[in-house]
């Protein structure tokens, strides 16, 4: 439905306008705790939140609830962040409501890591990175900055690393 501005009314319009056509919204921004992020009272007036912000890294604020009887995603609004939250939890979710039964999960590959991870996260982090595959096996490797602004690491990587709570 395009671009929304960030105003209570013109989001709680925009998500009614959805509900009357659409199976599930999903959206991306607004969702966090910012003075301009008017997602979570907008959906909260039009329906419920069942979920509210993650322990993952990048995507803390995702949400998802019903809008006037009708699935919603509320995704991050930082690239990153959308791109890991939409890959590791909704695509899933929608592939499951389409009548997708087979496994869902994501491929997992061991690596030898080609990068420290010194620092042990409170939240799951998903790090986006590349995996290289050589005759005596397969290196992974990070893209230089993880910042969840930069969709520049989406688009260079091909896989993500997946660094548990805690772990280093």
Request: glycine share 10%; aromatic share 8%; charged share 20%.
């Amino acid at each position: 439905l395009g671009i929304v501005p960030d105003q209570f009314e013109a989001t709680r319009q925009a998500l009614h306008q959805a509900s009357l056509n659409h199976d599930l919204i999903l959206t991306s921004g607004g969702v966090s705790v910012g003075e301009e992020d008017h997602i979570k009272p907008a959906v909260e007036h039009l329906g419920r939140l069942n979920l509210w912000q993650m322990a993952i890294k990048p995507g803390k604020p995702l949400a998802y609830g019903r809008v006037a009887g009708k699935h919603f995603f509320g995704l991050p609004g930082n690239p990153s962040s959308v791109f890991v939250t939409f890959t590791v939890i909704a695509r899933p979710y929608l592939l499951r409501m389409q009548g997708i039964t087979s496994d869902l999960r994501m491929t997992e590959v061991q690596a030898t890591a080609d990068f420290d991870w010194p620092k042990p996260g409170k939240r799951q982090e998903y790090l986006r990175a590349r995996l290289e595959t050589h005759g005596d096996g397969a290196v992974v490797r990070l893209y230089p900055n993880q910042s969840s602004g930069v969709l520049a690491s989406v688009a260079w990587g091909n896989c993500l690393v997946v660094v548990p709570v805690g772990e280093t």
